[in-house]
C-alpha cells in the first residue's frame, strides 16, 4: 500500500497550500527547538493550522517535555495532532489524552541502534502513531529532527513488523531514496522536510518529482 506523505517545516499558507495540491495527507508546523530548521511561532502555527482542511493532518512538533506544558503549547496552536519529539514518562500520556480527548498523539523515536526497535515497540502501546527519525537527543544541544540524515532502515523495518500502530519513516528522504525507503520498511507514512526544499524554501518542483517517485511503489 503507498504510504501516507507528510510534508514538514511548513512555514506559511502559501506552503501548506503547496504541499496539500501536490499531494500530502500531513503538514508538519515546527515550536520552539533546541536545534533544527522549520522553527515558526505559535500564533503562525494558529493561522495555518485553522486554514488547513479537515481531512489533512496538521501535527504540532513540540520539544516540551511535561504534559501540562505540552498541553499547553497545543492549546495555543489547535492542531489535530500532537508530535512529541523527545522523551517524556509514559505517564504523561494519559494526562495528555484526558485533556486533549480528540487529538493524535505521535511519539518521535530517534533510531540510534537495536535499543531503538524496543524501545519504539515500548511507546507504542502509549500513543496514536509512532515517527522514526534520525536525530539524537543524546548530545550537548539536542537534535530532535530535520537533521537530512538516513538512519539505519533495517532498524525501522523491524519495528514496522513488530508495531501494532501506525509507524511514520522521516530522515534523510527525497525523490532519490523514497522508493527504497518504502520498499525497505514499507511504513504506514513517510515524512520529510529538507528533500523538497531549496535555499530553504519549498520547491513545488521537488515536491512533483517526490509524489511521482512514490506513485511508482
Known sequence: MTPIVKICCISSKQEASDA????????????EMPSGPGVISDEDILAIASEVPPLVATFLLTSEKDSSS?????????????????????????IIREALPNVNIVQVVHVLDESSIDKALELAESVDAVLLDSGNPNLAVKE???????HNWEFSKKIV???KKPVFLAGGLNAENVRKAIESVNPFGIDLCS???????????????????????
Not at 70 to 94: G, M
Not at 144 to 150: A, I, P, Q, S
Not at 197 to 211: A, C, H, S
Open 20 to 31: 496539500i495540491s501536490a499531494g500530502a495527507s500531513a503538514l508538519g508546523l515546527v515550536g
Open 70 to 94: 505540552i498541553i499547553a503549547h497545543h492549546k495555543r496552536t489547535r492542531t489535530n495532532t500532537i508530535q512529541i519529539v523527545d522523551d517524556i514518562e509514559i505517564s504523561e500520556y494519559q
Open 144 to 150: 530532535l529532527g530535520g537533521t537530512g540524515r538516513t
Open 161 to 163: 513488523e513488530g508495531c
Open 195 to 217: 528533500g523538497v526544499r531549496t535555499n530553504g524554501g519549498l520547491d513545488k518542483r521537488k515536491l512533483e518529482r517526490f509524489f511521482e517517485e512514490v506513485d511508482k511503489v
